[in-house]
């Protein structure tokens, strides 16, 4: 490797201890492990920077970049600034006109008139959403320039293999030996615990997002024992899932593995891929066999949707959104917009949609939601424009499916609202993002006899 890549490579490797790090500490759903990882990754965007700009200041990474990208980081920079004035004071009279449902809020239930309101409801808590979300976005940006070539990037993927398969052995052992204590010494005293999180649905938000990517690393490898230990590492995990008995994160699973079936079908690779892929499931459904699946079959026969709060949740949160229309009630303020418009269906106060794309619909209001679909857009033009020929479209094609698993399991729940899982999301968009710069740079290794092993 060539010395000039090295601090690159650190910088890479300092990214995977932050984000393990982040899943071990219960998610980082606490402030004190949130306040921890997004100093961290501040700090770590700081030093790639100024190093950068010191070391090598002909360095043209960012600089140039194709005519898409600069619309994405647009978009996407145009959408923290919007979440940014939010919290800005504006005269009440402009207040009035613009966000209408926010003015005749603070109107009500203000003690004094006040000649300055906010679109946000709450700015304190939209300030802490606008630093969550300034985080994952530069650790997109981190990583999507950091990540230069596809070795870069398989120690990427085999760093979090390795550590999805730790996680999933961990959380299988949690499971059969429960005391109620994560790490059987944190008391649990509500809740679904699995593994590190206070939630299942959470863990399966988590290692839905790894599954595809080991099963990426497993069909890229060409020693047969590499195939079988990252085939091995996709079914430990892909097992500990389903014994999670989340149900949106079971159904997520199945999402992501289709869209990678339907891509070894329409990319025309060789029978052996789809038989392999085949025998992943396989080897899945007799691993549940074996060890039980009835509490899963159970889990899901038992469903009373009638019963089911998500769907009332989501029945009173569109009222909601028509009256915020435009500008949104502001990141983060879900919990205190929700009991004014609860039909009475719900027992408890609920602080998230359950659903990811109605609750940022109405946090954010239709001018967030456009500039977060334009980066979308333009995030995704840039990964297809790339090549999707031999192992570098399966990779590729391994991430798109973990990100296709995570908006699945977006519909319903708030995975997006779990620090460990955002930063895991934003990794994700880092590597499509890079391997798409890549391009077919391993193709052209291999045609020209370069590769002489596996990456």
């Known amino acids: 490797m060539d010395r000039r890549d090295q601090p690159d490579s650190k910088i890479i490797v300092i990214a995977s201890v932050i984000l393990i790090f982040s899943v071990l500490c219960f998610g980082s759903v606490e402030i004190w492990a949130s306040a921890i990882v997004e100093a961290s990754v501040l700090t770590l965007v700081l030093i790639w920077l100024i190093r950068n700009r010191i070391k090598h200041p002909q360095n043209t990474d960012i600089k140039i970049i194709r005519r898409e990208e600069k619309y994405m980081l647009i978009a996407l920079f145009g959408l923290l600034a919007y979440i940014f004035i939010q919290m800005l004071p504006f005269p009440s009279a402009v207040l009035r006109y613009i966000s209408s449902k926010s003015f005749e809020l603070y109107s009500f239930y203000a003690v004094d008139k006040k000649p300055l309101m906010h679109i946000s409801l709450y700015s304190y808590n939209t300030g802490i959403e606008f630093l969550s979300l300034l985080t994952y976005s530069l650790f997109f940006i981190l990583l999507a320039f950091s990540i230069k070539d596809m070795r870069s990037l398989v120690r990427l993927l085999k760093i979090l293999s390795y550590f999805g398969f730790v996680l999933a052995v961990f959380a299988i052992l949690q499971k059969a030996t429960w005391n109620d204590k994560i790490y059987w010494i944190r008391q649990v005293y509500e809740g679904t615990p699995f593994g590190p999180f206070g939630n299942r649905n959470h863990y399966a938000g988590f290692i839905g997002l790894l599954i595809p990517l080991t099963l990426g690393l497993a069909f890229t490898r060409r020693r047969k024992e590499r195939k079988l230990l990252f085939g091995f590492f996709g079914v430990i995990m892909a097992v500990s899932l389903f014994f999670s008995l989340s149900r949106a994160g079971i159904i997520s699973f199945f999402g992501g593995i289709a869209v990678f079936g339907l891509f070894i079908s329409w990319n025309k690779i060789k029978t052996k891929k789809i038989l392999a892929l085949a025998a992943f499931v396989s080897v ?29 949740a989501w029945a009173d949160t569109l009222p909601a959104i028509k009256d915020f229309f435009l500008t949104g009630c ?25 659903n990811d794309y109605l609750e940022f619909i109405l946090e954010a209001g239709i001018i967030g939601t456009i500039l977060l679909l334009l980066f979308l857009f333009f995030f995704f033009r840039t990964v297809f424009q790339g090549g999707w020929d031999g192992r570098t479209g399966i990779i590729k094609m391994s991430v798109l499916s973990s990100i296709t698993t995570i908006a699945v399991h977006s519909i319903f729940d708030f995975n997006l609202h779990i620090p460990s899982n955002a930063l895991m999301l934003s990794a994700v968009f880092g590597m499509a993002f890079a391997v798409s710069r890549i391009g077919n740079e391993m193709s052209r290794d291999i045609s020209e006899g370069k590769e002489k092993k596996d990456l």
Do not use: C, K
């Not at 303020?333 to 359950?354: C, E, K, M, N, R």
């Open 284 to 312: 899945i459904f007799l691993y549940l066999l074996y060890l039980g699946i009835d509490p899963i079959v159970d889990r899901f026969y038992q469903t009373d949707m009638s019963r089911e709060a998500r769907f009332a």
């Open 330 to 354: 502001g990141l983060g303020t879900y919990i205190y917009v929700f009991p004014l418009y609860s039909t009475g269906a719900l027992v408890s106060i609920l602080d998230h949609a359950h």
